[in-house]
């Protein structure tokens, strides 16, 4: 027996044990087991039977038998590199879910009956915070819910000076846009009862007075749950770079391909559910790149929505904030994988 043949006895040993061992555990995926059964098996053949290399390389008009080996090596550790990753990002997952019960169990916790729910989310915003509260409260009073994602600057500090005016969650880590946005959910799951939720950013770049139009539109259609803007649907004041837009308008035919949904504009930060639609829409991902996984659930559930024209005003402050045009591609990969791999 040659030390290659050993060694391919070991691997296949380490292999079968792998493979039952994914069989054994409550994450049972047949897929992954099955492959695992394959690479022991090809492992297992080529251990005893080694002449029938010489059988099988000729199938796949290789030179060499010890090629295909290879080949075979190398695309198996690249599944095994991709579940490593999604090992990885089922410990994120842990942490973001683990934060979230933190910040839900350290808040006080009321039942509120209202018609309209703000939900803001706030990372770093101290320079305009105060004054994006302080209109909403004068016209909406205490029905708003602040996810404050770790911020590091003054924004914690501006957030506990109004008290009681404000629901205050607080995630004790930077979990991200997406992952905030969930927190909000789950805390009006468990102990809101309000018509409609109004995600409403707190860099103060949206009119309140579009409000009106989304409400209007979900009072007068029950069929409507979810309710859009669109910078593109009409022409609109929204002064937007010409790069940005271009990248906006290929955001919009990744969605159509990827999610099935025909959108005028993409990745919508201005919206308003009914509330019972949420139970509907449970976000997994904690990155921006949410906003095309809230799209893809409204698109395989077959959620009703409408896209209303607004005029959004970008201040050198947002612009500051934006993310990188590069980043769309990103975005675009991460979708992906959380869609067809996880």
């Known amino acids: 027996m040659t030390l290659l043949q050993i060694l391919f006895i070991l691997s296949w040993i380490v292999i079968f044990?792998?493979?039952?061992?994914?069989?054994?555990?409550?994450?049972?995926?047949?897929?992954?087991?099955?492959?695992?059964?394959?690479?022991?098996?090809?492992?297992?053949?080529?251990?005893?039977?080694?002449?029938?290399?010489?059988?099988?390389?000729?199938?796949?008009?290789?030179?060499?038998?010890?090629?295909?080996?290879?080949?075979v090596s190398i695309l198996f550790l690249f599944y095994f590199a991709l579940l490593l990753l999604r090992k990885t990002e089922d410990n994120r997952d842990d942490l973001t879910k683990f934060v979230r019960e933190l910040a839900i169990d350290n808040s006080k916790k009321e039942e509120i009956n209202w018609k309209v729910l703000f939900l803001i989310r706030v990372y770093n915003e101290a320079k305009v915070l105060k004054n994006t509260l302080d209109v909403l409260l004068k016209t909406w009073y205490k029905n708003i819910l602040v996810v404050n994602d770790w911020s590091t600057d003054n924004s914690k500090t501006i957030l506990e000076t109004y008290g009681n005016k404000i629901i205050l969650l607080n995630h004790l880590r930077n979990r991200w846009?997406?992952?905030?946005?969930e927190t909000g959910f789950e805390y009006i799951r468990r102990f809101w009862k309000t018509d409609?939720?109004?995600?409403?950013?707190?860099?103060?770049?949206?009119?309140?007075?579009?409000l009106w139009k989304f409400i209007k539109i979900l009072d007068n259609n029950r069929k409507i749950d979810v309710v859009l803007w669109s910078r593109f649907i009409s022409k609109t004041n929204t002064n937007i770079s010409f790069v940005r837009k271009v990248v906006l308008k290929l955001g919009i035919v990744f969605t159509f391909f990827v999610s099935n949904i025909k959108l005028t504009?993409?990745?919508?930060?201005?919206r308003v559910f009914r509330t019972k639609i949420i139970d509907e829409i449970k976000l997994t991902i904690d990155d921006m790149t949410y906003a095309s996984e809230m799209m893809d659930i409204i698109s395989?559930?077959?959620?009703?929505?409408?896209?209303?024209?607004?005029?959004?005003?970008?201040?050198?402050y947002s612009r500051?904030?934006?993310?990188?045009?590069?980043?769309?591609?990103?975005?675009?990969?991460?979708f992906i994988w959380n869609k067809f791999f996880r």
């Open 320 to 334: 500051g904030k934006w993310q990188k045009s590069s980043n769309a591609i990103n975005i675009a990969i991460k």
């Open 265 to 270: 504009d993409s990745h919508n930060w201005y």
């Open 17 to 71: 044990i792998l493979a039952f061992d994914i069989a054994r555990k409550e994450k049972f995926n047949a897929i992954h087991f099955l492959i695992f059964i394959f690479v022991w098996i090809w492992l297992l053949l080529f251990s005893f039977f080694p002449s029938i290399l010489n059988r099988i390389w000729l199938i796949f008009w290789l030179q060499r038998w010890a090629d295909l080996l290879v080949y």
């Open 177 to 181: 846009g997406g992952a905030a946005l």
């Open 196 to 210: 409609y939720i109004c995600t409403f950013d707190a860099d103060w770049q949206h009119r309140i007075e579009d």
């Open 300 to 316: 395989t559930k077959w959620i009703k929505f409408m896209e209303v024209p607004v005029d959004i005003l970008y201040t050198d």
